[in-house]
């Protein structure tokens, strides 16, 4: 069993920074490919950025290209989403996923654990 904690969400006018972190426990993360998801009221969960469990191979939603940075370590435990340049449409709320074996996954059905999510607000 893995457990995921996010932290890092909040309120942030458009063009600011944001960066989140997760934090994994019970068992090590190094053996997880993991990703961000996002999901706005009314919208579907959406893929946002994915890394391998190595961290050398990185997959982001071409929305967020150029502006999202996913990184971990796994000596910590911890993987984090430096998010710039902040848009009113990227408010959303985030969770953090980890899946077991295989590529990196867009769609969430294939993630086995799951955070609970951290609320990210840009104003106009």
């Known amino acids: 069993q893995v457990q995921l904690v996010e932290s890092g969400g909040g309120l942030v006018q458009a063009g600011g920074s944001l960066r989140l972190s997760c934090a994994a426990s019970g068992r090590t993360l190094s053996s997880y490919n993991v990703a ?20 050398i191979s990185k997959y982001y939603t071409d929305s967020v290209k150029g502006r999202f940075t996913i990184s971990r370590d796994n000596a910590v435990n911890t993987m984090w989403l430096q998010m710039n340049s902040l848009k009113p449409e990227d408010t959303a709320v985030y969770s953090c996923a980890a899946s077991g074996g295989g590529p990196v996954y867009y769609s ?4 086995n654990y799951w955070g609970q999510g951290t609320q990210v607000t840009v104003s106009s």
Not at 36 to 55: D, H, L, M, N
């Open 36 to 55: 961000w998801f996002r999901q706005a009221p009314g919208k579907e969960r959406e893929f946002v950025a994915g890394i391998s469990w190595s961290g």
């Open 108 to 111: 969430g059905n294939n993630y």
